[in-house]
């Protein structure tokens, strides 16, 4: 089948933040062969509040219903709103459920990555990229008749990092969110686009702390928080899995949960992946083994916004958490690269792999044919 888009983005021209980032959707996303949505992606303009300039997509699947629940699907440094509606199936699943749409906002950055990390974005009503996603869901509501109650957000990586934001400066607008390979709101506060000392895992707050964070993101407010979803896996070299443990003290203290979790299960959703339930409101899932390319579980995080059949989707967000159980996925998605294969010699990454770099520590010798490729100080890759 043909993908037809409404509008087209200019080809990025990475800049150096771009290129020595290695996203989900580099080695995934690719793999997953043809995409099958029915309809087509389509580009808004003049969607409202929007000053840096990020492009709305909408997937509206067809014979979608009077009123339904929206998705903001975030997409990786270096992707495009296009590269995560292919490499995704929340089309596919709008398709077939008919009850929710779909936004792909897509970065303005030069490298495709989201603004996580100024004052503006981090703030209620600040600026920044954040704001302009926000917007995006008020026209979605004007426009499409959007229910308010039933708006969600998931990303990868920077989408991830994006979802940690949004969860923490515009609690209002979202019901809950699942975020893959990212880190906590705030990690990335300062004046660049990257945070070394984030992204290598040392940066080390209370739970208190990263708390407050949260909380100082919209001053004063004292409703309700949107569900929240953390995944990681345990060989991530290039968000490294320390900040899953941070984001975990992060999102309990907001909660007001204890640790450890109440019920943590084996295998769950797949062999070796581990999940961790602290509360109604918030789950953390760590997969063993697995890198910065973490696959994206497309059922678990419906079942999580309470979107699969025979689920409620209009209680707030301080409803119990859904089943554990996975619904059967649409599609089957492609396994996990390994991290690294080791040799006699050592350790080697594999294709699309983070190989050296400033502060990195990981391996540094690549698995044929592929050859570590310099791309800036603090990143080079397996190409």
Request: charged content about 5%; aromatic content about 12%; proline content about 8%.
């Amino acid at each position: 089948m043909t993908l037809h888009f409404a509008s087209t983005t200019t080809p990025r021209t990475p800049d150096m933040f771009g290129l020595f980032v290695k996203f989900v959707g580099l080695a995934t996303f690719g793999a997953l062969g043809a995409f099958a949505a029915l309809g087509q992606l389509q580009q808004v303009s003049n969607y409202g509040t929007n000053p840096t300039g990020v492009q709305m997509f909408v997937y509206r699947p067809p014979g979608l219903v009077a009123n339904p629940a929206l998705v903001v699907a975030m997409h990786y440094c270096t992707g495009t709103a296009q590269a995560y509606f292919s490499g995704t199936q929340y089309a596919n699943l709008a398709d077939s459920l008919k009850t929710f749409m779909v936004i792909y906002p897509d970065a303005p950055d030069s490298g495709g990555c989201w603004d996580v990390h100024t004052d503006a974005t981090l703030s209620h009503n600040g600026g920044g990229d954040s704001i302009a996603i926000v917007s995006m869901v008020k026209y979605a509501i004007a426009n499409y008749g959007v229910d308010s109650a039933r708006v969600f957000m998931t990303g990868t990586s920077s989408g991830a990092m994006m979802t940690n934001v949004l969860a923490g400066a515009y609690p209002d607008v979202f019901a809950a969110g699942a975020a893959f390979a990212g880190v906590p709101y705030g990690c990335f506060q300062g004046p660049s686009m990257w945070n070394s000392a984030c992204a290598s895992g040392q940066t080390t707050k209370t739970g208190t702390q990263w708390g407050d964070m949260v909380r100082n993101g919209y001053p004063g407010y004292t409703g309700p928080r949107p569900k929240l979803q953390i995944w990681q896996g345990t060989q991530d070299t290039t968000l490294n899995y320390h900040n899953f443990g941070e984001g975990i003290k992060q999102w309990t203290n907001v909660f007001g949960y204890s640790t450890p979790a109440q019920t943590t299960q084996s295998n769950s959703p797949l062999n070796g992946w581990t999940r961790s339930t602290f509360g109604p409101n918030f789950q953390a899932i760590s997969a063993q083994g697995v890198s910065h390319n973490i696959p994206v579980q497309h059922n678990d995080v419906l079942s999580w916004f309470g979107l699969l059949p025979g689920q409620s989707t209009t209680q707030p967000p301080v409803t119990t958490v859904p089943p554990v159980t996975t619904v059967p996925p649409v599609t089957t998605l492609p396994p996990p690269i390994p991290s690294t294969t080791t040799t006699a010699t050592g350790p080697l990454q594999t294709q699309w792999g983070q190989c050296g770099g400033t502060g990195y520590t990981g391996p540094t010798a690549c698995q044929s044919p592929f050859t570590c490729t310099f791309l800036n100080n603090w990143y080079s890759q397996c190409q």
